[in-house]
């Protein structure tokens, strides 16, 4: 399993929440889903001048889904309909294997 640890800043969480609803089952049918997800109140440190709010986990069975994920088409106009609307800034904390 591959997983990846990202941090976002939102500044329209209606948009934001229509994202989620929308590419959750885009997600679940390539066998992928989320860990944990945060609202972030305060960050006290960071390696990234980005703002981060949110804080989640996102994993996938293997890399191919999760290129085959971020490259598919539906996800793409969903991203773009409603993603770039509501989120200032991404910050991918971590990639990794996990068992």
């Known amino acids: 399993m591959i997983e990846m640890l990202v941090g976002l800043y939102i500044t329209n969480e209606s948009d934001y929440s ?3 609803e929308g590419m959750t089952p885009i997600l679940k049918s ?4 989320f860990g944990y997800d945060f609202k972030v109140a305060e960050v006290l440190k960071s390696e990234s001048e980005n703002k981060i709010n949110r804080v989640f986990t996102i994993h996938f069975p293997n890399e191919e889904k999760m290129n085959s994920f971020f490259s598919d088409q539906e996800y793409l106009n969903l ?6 609307n509501s989120v200032e800034s ?3 904390i971590s990639t990794y294997k996990r068992p």
């Open 18 to 20: 229509k994202y989620r």
């Open 79 to 84: 991203k773009d309909k409603y993603f770039n």
């Open 90 to 92: 991404t910050t991918i």
């Open 30 to 33: 390539m066998a992928g889903g």
